[in-house]
């Protein structure tokens, strides 16, 4: 099978950077014995690149973001993905985001459950009863005793008509992912170190409720406006201030 060029250019720079980056830094700890402040951490992390294998575990992927990591997503289409994992709580009724937080170090989905139901509580001031979540949270379930866990993937037939309505709302908290990855800026984060994004993650689900909230606010006051200056006989919208009509067409009449 023949390989592109791009990456035989890909592999010859890559060859041709060891020797390069091993001289300067040989040359900075030469010339440099004591250094001091940012040049500390640059270094360290230049000395991190540069003995790192490629089965080693806490491999720094990035230079101005030591703190990214590789997450494996499994899918054809994107294998991997480099950043924090998010966990997320929202509401089984009306999808409003009820908990929110970075989590770093890459770890088991289901060790990230508890964290998050404490942090529902001291947001909300109740123990959320029911969590309903997908199979990544396996065994988790006697680890929270206040909380009963229910995992998908059961028979409807198996469990009661009111439960299984439950686990049909499960998969509405996928869209909300969407959303404040294209809406609400989650899926690139501009703020530096774990701490920037932890609050690029609280801001993010904070955006999505307000969101909520001044839709709610305006929607009725819109649907008046709407109703008051449309004219259903003919089709058209009368400005309020000249008094002139606009024609709408059919597909921007709602």
Request: proline letters at 4%; one cysteine or more; charged letters at 25%.
């Amino acid at each position: 099978m023949p390989v592109p060029d791009s990456t035989i250019g890909q592999r010859k720079k890559q060859r041709n950077s060891r020797p390069c980056s091993r001289r300067v830094i040989r040359d900075i700890e030469r010339k440099c014995s004591n250094p001091e402040g940012r040049f500390v951490r640059v270094l360290n992390i230049a000395r991190a690149i540069f003995t790192q294998k490629r089965n080693d575990k806490n491999k720094v992927y990035s230079v101005h973001a030591p703190e990214v990591e590789c997450i494996a997503k499994g899918k054809v289409h994107k294998k991997y993905e480099f950043g924090c994992k998010v966990s997320m709580v929202s509401s089984s009724r009306d999808n409003w985001i009820l908990g929110i937080n970075a989590v770093h170090g890459n770890p088991f989905d289901g060790h990230t459950l508890k964290d998050a139901l404490h942090q529902v509580k001291q947001i909300t001031g109740w123990q959320p009863l029911h969590a309903y979540c997908d199979k990544g949270y396996r065994g988790v379930a006697r680890e929270i005793p206040d909380t009963e866990v229910h995992l998908s993937g059961k028979k409807k037939k198996s469990m009661k008509a009111s439960l299984w309505k439950w686990f049909a709302r499960r998969s509405a908290i996928e869209p909300i992912f969407g959303h404040l990855k294209s809406d609400h800026r989650l899926e690139r984060n501009h703020l530096q170190g774990k701490d920037g994004d932890r609050m690029n993650a609280i801001l993010s689900g904070c955006g999505f409720n307000l969101r909520k909230l001044l839709r709610a606010f305006f929607l009725p006051f819109s649907q008046w406006l709407f109703w008051r200056y449309f004219d259903h006989s003919t089709g058209f919208i009368g400005s309020v201030m000249s008094g002139t009509k606009f024609e709408m067409t059919p597909a921007h009449a709602f």
